[in-house]
């Protein structure tokens, strides 16, 4: 195991190129600006975050990262960037060569996805205080509710009749009133805190205490061309990152 910097805060954010929806999706332009270069901006100005690592497997990606001033300390093993890869083994690629090239660790993890590019920054700084102030949390989510019931459902079984997919309901449950089930979240990509020692311990991203963090208005993942102009109508030219961003094209 690493030293843990304690109280020591990173972003991570995942670029893998070979997207399918969208042709190099994490750096297509958005507005101007490469998709990635509003989560690196977002974690540069994000307080509590000491240093900003992308973890991608392309050397054209890593080029633009370094434009906006990330660190791009390696490259990701293309094995660790398919399509159907998981978080988990890019966060641990990434933490296991910091631990063996700089003998430690961050304690937290700020994971920021490209694909989420409208984002507040107090959001971010709340995520983190999240964390810090719950001893006993492995990690903090992200997460709106769900706008459908799930437990409203039904599959069909191999038989080729209807049940519900949740143990102990059966069929007429799903006619109960909406009222009757308890909510449900869906994680949405906007900031997840993680940390070090539940990812490289457990081989975990979120370990068994993962605390909610409400975000109240569903977050924007572009996984589409239609899901970027939906984002393009966010007025997302009046936030902070994007003034940031033109603020800092002015001045080079």
Avoid at 65 to 73: D, I, L, S
Avoid at 153 to 162: A, I, N, Q, S, V
């Amino acid at each position: 195991m690493y030293d843990i910097k304690k109280n020591e805060v990173m972003a991570i954010i995942p670029a893998r190129s070979g997207s399918k929806g969208i042709k190099d999706k994490n750096i297509i332009d958005f507005l101007g600006f490469p998709l990635i270069a509003y989560s690196i901006m977002a974690a540069q100005m994000c307080e509590g975050i000491s240093r900003v690592i992308v973890s991608t497997d392309s050397l054209e990606y890593a080029k633009i990262a370094k434009q906006y001033n990330a660190e791009v300390p390696f490259l990701r093993p293309k094995e660790l960037a398919e399509s159907r890869s998981q978080d988990i083994e890019y966060l641990s690629h990434a933490l296991r060569y910091l631990g063996e090239e700089e003998k430690s660790v961050p304690e937290f993890i700020v994971l920021l996805r490209p694909t989420t590019p409208v984002r507040e920054i107090e959001i971010l700084n709340q995520a983190i205080a999240v964390i810090r102030a719950n001893e006993l949390a492995s990690a903090v989510v992200s997460v709106h509710y769900a706008d459908e019931c799930p437990y409203k459902w039904m599959r069909m079984r191999e038989d080729g009749f209807l049940e519900s997919p949740f143990p102990g309901m059966q069929p007429d449950d799903v006619n109960l009133p909406r009222q009757t089930f308890e909510p449900l979240f869906i994680p949405d990509g906007y900031v997840d805190v993680l940390k070090s020692k539940t990812i490289l311990e457990m081989n975990n991203v979120y370990g068994n205490y993962a605390v909610p963090l409400l975000i109240q208005h569903n977050a924007v993942d572009i996984d589409s061309i239609a899901d970027l102009e939906k984002a393009a109508q966010l007025n997302v030219c009046d936030t902070q990152i994007y003034n940031a961003l033109c603020r800092a094209k002015m001045a080079e």
